[in-house]
């Protein structure tokens, strides 16, 4: 996520080296912040206003801080303010949500992220396609739907969107409803009346405009147009993973007064997070968001299968069940540095590229194994070896690395103890993965 702008900010802190900071070194972070949010499209005049507030900030060290530290937390507290400050209320009531948006914003594929968000919450959504400008978005928004297994309704060749939506509402039968709603390139004045109709009919309870990260700081200005004409009650970016203008982004938004409630981060309908920005710009500085990462993992791992590693007493079929929980929590760096272990990687050149086409590859083999070698891998020879590589279309040294890695884990989680793997056991697992 944003991952040019967080290279350049992390890089900058790192070179504040000792304890006894001095101000020549806080004149030089300053610059290097200027030129990392500068790149990121952020407004000028913010940078320089927040340049002004940590150089004065960082004069007065407060008791028991070192001078660096207190230098870092200064930069967290800048870059929070102009982020957001505090994260928008996301609220698990039943309500009605128009999401409203140019072309291009990612709309479509945010309304379907949006219904599996709250779907994991323990709420039932239902998607409207309310789309009937757009070629394929009624296509789009039903493989999407059945893809997350959330109930769907629209009107394919139906030009009146708002007979759609009285349509619609006559069968609805959920606590969240979510309807996506025509796009134009501009904020046109026949794209404010059918959105006035829709509201006017749906009776919304939220308004979200869905902006795309790569427009950068020109997000204030299209922020500032929709909520004039339309009176949006919050904001959805999207993109994050995809543009160096994200900071930009959020930042204008932040401008306008209107709170960015969901970030977009991926293609996956997984790919949606509540915005917080005081976890978003730890993760931009390298710091962990634990309770993040902690939440994912808890909608998405097996959790038998990993009792089993824990105990050291696990098949490959378990092996199979947590390698596929990894891929549904997102990209392997988008991890990492949700457990704050971004840096390390990077100083360490791991190729995440790499390591996640060993994955895969694993998965394959695994896939061809039989019944009785996922039970006991210990019986693969040379042969099996063989056979495996070939039904999986890989190499044998794809399934010799399997089985190899596979029996060290295995060993290394019955030597750990619980307490000893928390204080040091990540290091050992990384190294499982050629990565320490």
Known sequence: MLSGLSNKLRGAIDKLTGSNVDKAAVEELVREIQRALLSGDVDVKLVLEMSEKIKKDAE???????????VVRTVYDALTEIMGKEPSTVSLEPKRI?????YG????????????????KGLKPFLVCCDTVRPAAYEQLQQLANRIDVPFYGEK???DSEKVLKNAMKIMNADVIIVDSSGRNALEKDLIEEIKKLNKVLKSDEKILVIPSDIGQAAKAQATSFHDALGISDVIVT????????????????????????????????????????????????????PTL????????????AKNIIR????MDDFLKQIESMGKMGSMSQMLDMAGLGKLVNRKNVDIGQQEDKIKRWKFAIQSMTTEEKADPSIINAPRMRRIAAGSGLEESDVRDLVANYNKIKKMMKQFSPGKLKRGGMGAIFKQFGMG
């Open 60 to 70: 007065n060290v407060p008791p028991g801080l070192t001078r660096k530290e207190h």
């Open 239 to 290: 993109k994050l993973d995809a543009t160096a203008k994200g900071g930009g982004a959020l930042t204008a938004c932040n401008l306008t007064g209107a709170k960015v409630k969901f970030i977009g981060v991926g293609e996956t309908p997984e790919d949606l997070q509540a915005y917080d920005p005081e976890k978003f710009v730890s993760r931009l500085l390298g710091f962990p968001d634990l």
């Open 157 to 159: 060749g139906e030009k």
């Open 105 to 120: 914003s990612g709309k479509t594929s945010t309304a379907a992220k949006l219904a599996r968000f709250y779907q994991k």
């Open 98 to 102: 128009l999401l409203v948006g140019l």
């Open 294 to 305: 902690l939440e994912k993992a808890k909608t998405v791992v097996d959790e038998k299968s």
């Open 312 to 315: 050291g007493d696990f098949t």
